[in-house]
């Protein structure tokens, strides 16, 4: 079992930066596959990134590269996800989820919502 908590959400001018973060406790966190989606009214929940278990490797949805940077740290059980640059789009409730595999999470958070307006 892992419980999941995400923190840092907020409202934002188009352009400014966010740092969402994550808290995992429970069994195995840093055996665990961990990963950022998120979801707007209406739409199906999108993949934002993903990190290893080591944190060697990384991944991100193609319209999110470069501005969007994931990282963990195992001794804290903590997952972050920095956002720059952010634009009125990136307006959505954010998820943490930890997987057993890249494509298969089966833990989930509460959510955080973003909101980028002016």
């Known amino acids: 079992q892992v419980q999941l908590v995400e923190s840092g959400g907020g409202l934002v001018q188009p352009g400014d930066s966010l740092r969402l973060s994550c808290a995992a406790s429970g069994r195995a966190f840093s055996r665990r596959v961990m990963g950022w989606f998120r979801q707007t009214p209406g739409k199906e929940r999108e993949f934002v990134s993903r990190?290893?278990?080591?944190?060697?490797?990384?991944y991100y949805a193609d319209s999110l590269k470069g501005r969007f940077t994931i990282s963990r740290d195992n001794a804290k059980n903590m997952v972050y996800l920095q956002m720059n640059s952010l634009k009125r789009e990136d307006t959505a409730v954010y998820y943490c989820?930890?997987?057993?595999?890249?494509?298969?999470?089966?833990?989930w958070g509460q959510g955080t919502q973003v909101t980028v307006s002016s």
């Open positions: 989820a930890a997987g057993s595999t890249a494509t298969d999470y089966d833990y």
């Open positions: 990190i290893s278990w080591s944190g060697s490797t990384t």
